[in-house]
């Protein structure tokens, strides 16, 4: 489903010497498996899931996406990637002021040239099991941040992807929250056969995952089978 060979981004950094923010990572995703990649604060998940998202180009290496190499993709070819193929719920939500949740979440399918009214339809059910059912008509302003992620990850699943990649997506919700939708994208894996790469800091997000790998200043420092990597999780 998902390799990343020997994968590499740098950044100009100070003093002309530039930051390795990915370096040399290589790991592979199974369909039906959600790997979680556990790291602090600038070990280099964000930019890993920018690089497979075609949103960065790596300087080095490959990312193969069902025997696709996604950094070779065209600019059109990628946004056609990112919209049906690959589900992406970034840290800080993206909606669209004065839309109710019902229209930011069915952003997706719309785009996929789905009519408004079908493409409203279909999300309602996902937008009930996010627990978003009495908020469906309220506008961005009127929703709490938790629920607002809510209404991101929703429109990151409505399109069915293969790959989901879900950066931080409980860092604003509650610990009952963070649960139903930790077991959402569990179930997505298990029921679907969808690939899950979920970026987290907490260890009980990382709890949900079938491998955790623990990345540290770009690199991979564990082979993904220790789950002890992790602070409170046991070997």
Do not use: W
């Not at 589900?87 to 939500?93: A, L, T």
């Not at 978003?132 to 990151?156: F, K, N």
């Not at 899950?196 to 990345?215: K, N, S």
């Amino acid at each position: 489903m998902l390799s990343l060979v020997d994968l590499s981004k740098r950044f100009p950094g100070a003093c002309g010497e530039p930051v390795r923010a990915v370096d040399g990572v290589s790991l592979s995703v199974a369909p039906g498996e959600l790997l979680a990649l556990y790291g602090p604060s600038g070990s280099g998940k964000t930019t890993l899931m920018m690089l497979i998202a075609a949103l960065l180009r790596a300087d080095s290496g490959q990312v193969i996406f069902d025997g696709r190499d996604i950094s070779a993709l065209s600019a059109r070819q990628a946004a056609r990637y990112r919209l049906l193929e690959l589900g992406f719920v970034r840290q800080s939500p993206n909606l669209i002021a004065g839309a109710d949740a019902l229209d930011n979440a069915a952003l997706k399918l719309m785009a996929a040239d789905i009519g408004a009214r079908e493409a409203r339809r279909r999300i309602r059910p996902l937008l009930d099991r996010l627990g978003l059912h009495e908020r469906a008509l309220h506008r961005p302003e009127q929703l709490s941040m938790g629920e607002r992620q809510r209404v991101m990850i929703a429109r990151a699943l409505s399109t069915d992807p293969k790959l989901v990649l879900a950066d931080e997506p409980t860092g604003s919700l509650d610990s009952r929250r963070s649960g139903e939708v930790l077991s959402l994208l569990s179930s997505l894996c298990r029921d679907r056969g969808v690939a899950v790469v979920l970026v987290t800091h907490d260890p009980q997000a990382a709890a949900y995952a079938g491998r955790v790998h623990t990345l540290r200043d770009g690199r991979l420092v564990d082979d993904g089978d220790e789950r002890a990597a992790v602070p409170g999780n046991a070997a």
